[in-house]
């Protein structure tokens, strides 16, 4: 039978069946959802220029769904031998909204290098980073007042951290330890939060100052302030009499960090209580991200799996792309992934998705059409080095082991050295290194499979048409045993589909590296 | 005269498919064309397959196959008196040929019903001079490519369909009379809605589809279930069957499932299942559907609606073999899991649901795979206005659609359903048509 596909293209004229289509492809990538699609279509030249960011979309003519779709780039007409023909590429919405705002960003930020001095009344206090000394006082925002000068009335000093404000975003909480080396009412600390270009600010917390202070963690929340603040700070000041200053004239705060407004899947801020364990997962800066830069996408019934991973620090003041940043997060968090598929029930987004991977196996090819596996040994890891650096600066490094048989067998030790993002935490820098070890522990089951039958998909108890294949599920296929790879089953983890109408077959990528959207666009350019 | 012996055969140019069309002109009168003995032939188009093979199996795997174009060929005898009244005939057949998209009638002498094949440019293979005739008489053959199908006249009727799924003559959708043709015709539709539809689906399939008037069973925790009868309650006054089953939630986590009974015997298979409920709140209830509630994943609804929202594929009776034909299969199928994420949405106790009824439409049968059902979905239907669906699947009228246009193929039953998000009391007047179509030629009955 004929492929039962049809291509719609929509755009400001409305929706419009495409009738001279003589050829459709189609890839999906994990994650990522649908990746591309191409069509030619046979159309005399001198007909209307299609307009850019028009939407392509596939679907299945049985049953009404949507199997492939993309946000078109490239409406190139050619001229040839065969004819007049339009090719249309289109890059799938959920890689091509992903990519759409670069931006500096931040969730979490702990680097002591952001917070700088801003105003002091006098040179005889400073404030800085640094230890006011003692083998069990780690470094922080330290305030000190010059030893045997006085400590005047209405001296003050002010350190800022002002990322958010060049970000752009609003502040979500700060949090702080901290701790002064004399006790005194005539002594004041606060956390304070100002507006763009410090217009206005309030004061978010005030105490007077106390050796004994240090045990307790402060969190302070904007919806406990007056107004948004982008800017977070801190000052000590002099409120009582003169006195002359010792050596223990210091204020210390510890561990400032600085949070910012995240989004809810409504739209809404989150509530401040969220702000209390200083800590996002992946699910939650996913859902941020779709409502701050990918407007396309249908968060509001999207279905979202929450992920377990507390992330301490997520800061990246030099821009990032949502995909990018996903591609970070997803790193540490391995077991899940993210996709966007076709266009929601109102019409205007797309759905989206973020789960975690099945280990059940959903596919099962019966009769492949054609299967190739390279077997790459040097892959396998038995020892993985993770560096990266304390907020004072100090490189660290920390080793994970796991006993590799293969290795083992021929007596051989083979090690990798990897770079931990952000600052250094010493629980995530394990986790990230197990995972590593984990997936590097067997050769990859690497390789693709192609087939034109149908699929039988498990989960929905159904026979599949090649088309209906998704990646980021594992498949088995028959007559071909895998090796038993890393996750212990002898299945295959799709990473990849790809279809062409003109043969009728998907090619499935087999638990080679996702595929980047970098490489999705390059591999639709090298296409033309 | 005639030294033919099927000078009766019927071979016209004509203006469109119809048997009173306008003839343009006539190649077999002897005015002047006259087809040669032998002189005609349209073989049936031959398939373009794309096969593959492995030897990781026997035989080979048909991916697709479609129809090329086919190839119809005529010798036609100028019998002309004058060489110009020869070449003026030549010029005008000339004419003919140079379009695309002319229509060819053959009717063979003793047939009933007429062929039309749509010709694409043609060629002339050969002129054929008698030198030193002076009555200009010549032989003309010809090369048409043309569509690979020949078609019969139209096919076309009005049926009135009503959009409850229980009661009427035509409840949501009609049977075809038997198709015509050999091979499968789209088939155009045209329709004005009495009021507000919304959206619209229109399926074409091969048997009726499965309609369920309300949930046979089920419960959960943190659920009520009562029944409901009709005019109990305002954002949903008719039922389907007459009593609906309505869910209310009563406490913290809520998670139902319900099972629909499936009246025995029923064809396994693929189906597109389309539930009439409604919700008290937006956004506040999800659901999944399918032997296993984990894909596709579960949609919510968009509430205060109370209509008809798709609920996806999924599949009756299970086979591990799309090749083989298993009995035809009794008992239930579910279950159908309503449940209510907490942590996701404002839920407040006292939210409802209430279900009507369920329509399961086969798109694709197990015993019966080659044919495919198609389903179209027309979204935002103006109000009070008319639609249609052409003979390319080009729809006019609704904002948005996707999906298949309606396919009709003969030797099966041909049930076009239409589901319209609507009052249940509302009827529409469809006027169908299609024109049936032939790998060789019409024969009359069929």
Known sequence: ?528 | MSEYSHFEDLFQIVAAPKADATVLLDLNNGDPFRVGKDGWSSPPPNLRRSASTSNLYDGSGDAISVYDDREVSLTLHVLSDTQDECLEAIVALGRQLDRDGVWLLRRPAGATENSYFRLKRSEFTDVLEYNGQGDGFRTVSLTMPAEPFAFGDLETDEVVVQNNPVVGANRQGWVMPAIKGDVSAPLALSMSPASEPGDAVITSAASSPIILASPASGGGTGWTRTTVVDGEEDSMPAFAGGTAAKFTRTSGTAEAELTFEIPTPYQPGDYVAYVRMAVSVADNIRYSFGPVPVLPASTPIFGGDSGWIPLGTVRLGESVDPRFVPEDSAGSVGPWTLTQIVDWWDTSVGDWVIIDSLVLIPVELDNDFLRDGTTLILRDVPPDSGFSIDHRGVVAGAERFNGGAPVVVPGHTNRVGMILNDELTAETTITWSYYPRFLFSRAELT
């Not at chain 1, 492929?3 to 189609?26: F, K, T």
């Not at chain 1, 091509?96 to 005889?124: C, V």
């Not at chain 1, 759905?351 to 059940?360: G, H, L, W």
């Open chain 1, 1 to 528: 039978m004929s492929a039962p596909l049809a291509v719609y293209l929509r755009n400001a004229d409305g929706w419009r069946l495409l009738l001279e289509v003589s050829d459709v492809q189609m890839t999906s990538t994990d994650p990522g959802g649908f990746a591309s699609v191409e069509v030619d279509l046979a159309r005399p030249l001198s007909s209307k220029m299609i307009p850019p960011f028009s939407d392509l979309l596939v679907y299945d003519r049985r049953n009404g769904e949507q199997v492939g779709g993309g946000r078109l780039l490239d409406g190139g007409r050619s001229l040839d031998a065969s004819g007049q023909v339009w090719h249309l590429s289109g890059l799938g919405e959920g890689l091509a909204s992903s990519a759409d705002q670069k931006i500096p960003l931040f969730y979490i930020d702990r680097e002591m290098g952001n917070w700088l001095l801003h105003e002091r009344s006098t040179r005889r206090i400073n404030a800085s980073v640094g230890s006011p000394g003692g083998s069990s006082i780690d470094p922080g925002l330290l305030f000190e007042a010059t030893e045997d000068r006085d400590f005047v009335t209405g001296a003050t000093a002010l350190m800022t951290n002002r990322l958010a404000e060049m970000t752009g975003q609003s502040l979500g909480a700060i949090g702080f330890n901290r701790r002064e080396g004399q006790t005194g009412a005539g002594s004041s600390v606060k956390a304070v939060g100002y507006s763009d270009g410090m217009a206005s600010g309030e004061d978010l917390y005030t105490d007077t100052w106390d050796t004994d202070a240090g045990g307790t963690r402060h969190v302070v929340k904007w919806d406990d302030w007056s107004a948004s603040r982008s800017i977070a700070g801190f000052r000590w000041s002099r409120t009582g009499a003169d006195y002359k200053a010792t050596e223990d004239t210091w204020g210390r705060v510890a561990d400032p960090v600085i949070q910012a407004r995240v989004y809810d899947r409504d739209g809404a801020i989150r509530p401040g209580s969220f702000h209390n364990s200083e800590t996002i997962s992946a699910a939650q800066a996913f859902i941020d991200l779709c409502v701050r830069s990918m407007p396309r996408l249908d968060i509001a019934t999207a279905n979202i799996t929450p992920s377990p991973y507390a992330f301490s620090t997520i800061s990246e003041p030099d821009g990032i792309t949502p995909f990018d940043l996903m591609e970070k997060l997803l790193e540490t968090e391995t077991a899940f992934t993210w996709a966007v598929w076709g266009l929601a029930e109102n019409g205007y987004q797309w759905s989206t998705e973020f789960r975690s991977y099945d280990q059940t196996p959903r596919y099962y090819i019966p009769r492949p059409d054609g299967f190739t596996q390279p077997a790459p040994a040097d892959e396998i890891r038995d020892q993985v080095i993770i560096r990266g650096s304390l907020p004072s600066g100090r490189q660290v490094a920390t080793t994970r082991t796991r006993t590799v048989a293969a290795l083992s067998a021929v007596n051989l030790h083979r090690t990798d050295t990897i770079n931990l993002e952000g600052n250094w935490s010493t629980a995530r820098a394990n986790t990230q290194g197990d995972a590593y070890l984990a997936e590097h522990a067997e050769a990859p089951n690497g390789g693709n499979v192609t087939t034109t039958q149908p699929v039988y998909d498990s989960f929905t108890r159904r026979w599949v048409k090649p088309w209906e294949v998704r990646p980021g599920y594992k498949v088995t296929v028959g007559g071909i045993l895998p090796d038993i790879d890393s996750s212990g089953r002898d299945t295959f983890q799709i990473v990849a589909t790809s279809y062409t109408s003109a043969s009728g077959a998907v090619t499935c990528e087999l638990d080679q590296f996702s595929l980047t959207e970098r490489r999705a666009i390059a591999r639709l350019l090298r296409r033309r």
